[in-house]
């Protein structure tokens, strides 16, 4: 079946520290792949997608990611977190393949940075 | 502020009433999508509209959910009979032309919270 998942419910880390928040699909095709920020009351706000060509997307606010098709992941990365970081983060995929247009979302990773 | 508003932000009903929650997207964008979203879980695709035409609806959109867009611009979502299993945050996203689910830039609404006692 064609999934999305966000195998860590929460992340921790330490203001200036790199982050990483993981994200993997199973899908029979090539999927369109992009990471949502939620912050506390507010809507969700996109950060970057990869779409084809370099594997490696920058975004907003200094995050990037790193379409691995091999290991089928697309992991958010930032080289120096932030306190104000600190949200809920989802990683989403469209299955082009499917004929559905909708984007199916992970369940969500809570990123703590810690002064 | 020109973003995707909704309304109301919260909404406590009881049992077995309708409610509608409304949805005013950014005024160029001409598509127009429905989420649910519980506590814990990532959001869950409802339906979807270009202009007033609704194009995709989802398996968790029941016979007592029903979405308009009758004049391509603002959008309703009634539940009727409600459950408690209702209870969620209700999210209304939008997206320009050429965008949305091709290019995946929503933007999305700060939501409606319904709670179902």
């Known amino acids: 079946a064609q999934s999305v998942a966000q195998p860590e419910d929460q992340v921790n880390v330490a203001e200036g520290n790199p982050l990483t928040v993981k994200c993997t699909y199973s899908?029979?095709?090539?999927?369109?792949l992009f990471w949502y920020v939620q912050y506390p009351n507010r809507g969700l706000q996109f950060l970057l997608k990869?779409?084809?060509?370099?594997?490696l997307v920058k975004g907003s606010y200094g995050f990037e990611a790193e379409f691995n098709k091999s290991q089928t992941s697309f992991h958010l990365k930032k080289p120096s977190a932030l306190v104000s970081d600190s949200a809920l983060y989802f990683c989403?995929?469209?299955?082009?393949?499917?004929?559905?247009?909708?984007?199916?979302f992970g369940s969500g990773t809570r990123l703590q940075v810690q002064p | 502020d020109t973003g995707v508003s909704q309304d109301p932000r919260h909404k406590i009903t009881k049992r077995g009433q309708n409610v509608t929650f409304r949805c005013d997207p950014i005024?160029?964008?001409?598509?127009l999508y429905w989420y649910r979203q519980t506590l814990g879980q990532g959001p869950e695709f409802l339906t979807y509209?270009?202009?007033?035409?609704?194009?995709?609806k989802s398996r968790l959109l029941s016979d007592r959910f029903s979405a308009e867009r009758p004049k391509g611009s603002f959008s309703t979502l009634e539940i009727q009979r409600t459950e408690q299993g209702d209870s969620a945050m209700y999210l209304c996203?939008?997206?320009?032309?050429?965008?949305?689910?091709?290019?995946?830039?929503?933007?999305f609404g700060e939501g409606s919270r319904l709670t179902v006692l």
């Open positions: 996203a939008s997206s320009p032309q050429g965008g949305g689910m091709i290019t995946g830039e929503l933007f």
């Open positions: 899908v029979s095709g090539n999927p369109y």
């Open positions: 990869y779409i084809t060509g370099d594997n």
């Open positions: 989403a995929v469209r299955f082009l393949d499917t004929g559905r247009r909708a984007l199916t």
């Open positions: 005024s160029e964008h001409n598509r």
């Open positions: 509209f270009q202009n007033e035409a609704q194009l995709e």
